[in-house]
């Protein structure tokens, strides 16, 4: 599984493409309080239901508070046979609100 942290998430997110997307896996009243423009929310224990749906996508970056449901979440979808996925890790959304970097609500 290819892994980046939150600090690589956030240099590359201004030359990202509608070929790529950022999959939040946290829950619903989470991602209201605050979340990375563009990024579809998507609990970790419901990405089962939406691995048709990422296929279309070069690349998805996988995230969450701090890294253990995007691990989680990254896990099933590359079990589920998905070759796009990147885990993002170290921080999450807990440093990127820590960081003072912009969030759409």
Same mark, same amino acid.
């Given at each position: 599984?290819?892994?980046?942290?939150?600090?690589?998430?956030?240099?590359?997110?201004?030359?990202?493409?509608?070929?790529?997307?950022?999959?939040?896996?946290?829950?619903?009243?989470?991602?209201?309080?605050?979340?990375?423009?563009?990024?579809?929310?998507?609990?970790?224990?419901?990405?089962?239901?939406?691995?048709?749906?990422?296929?279309?996508?070069?690349?998805?970056?996988?995230?969450?508070?701090?890294?253990?449901?995007?691990?989680?979440?990254?896990?099933?979808?590359?079990?589920?046979?998905?070759?796009?996925?990147?885990?993002?890790?170290?921080?999450?959304?807990?440093? !990127?609100?820590?960081?003072? !970097?912009?969030?759409?609500?």
């Amino acid at each position: 599984m290819q892994n980046i942290s939150i600090d690589e998430l956030h240099d590359l997110v201004g030359g990202l493409t509608e070929n790529h997307l950022i999959l939040d896996v946290r829950s619903p009243s989470e991602f209201r309080d605050g979340h990375i423009e563009g990024a579809q929310n998507t609990p970790h224990d419901e990405v089962g239901a939406i691995v048709e749906d990422l296929k279309k996508y070069k690349t998805v970056y996988v995230h969450c508070k701090m890294g253990g449901r995007a691990k989680a979440a990254s896990e099933t979808l590359i079990g589920s046979g998905l070759d796009n996925i990147v885990c993002v890790g170290d921080g999450g959304m807990h440093r !990127w609100e820590e960081m003072g !970097w912009p969030m759409a609500k």
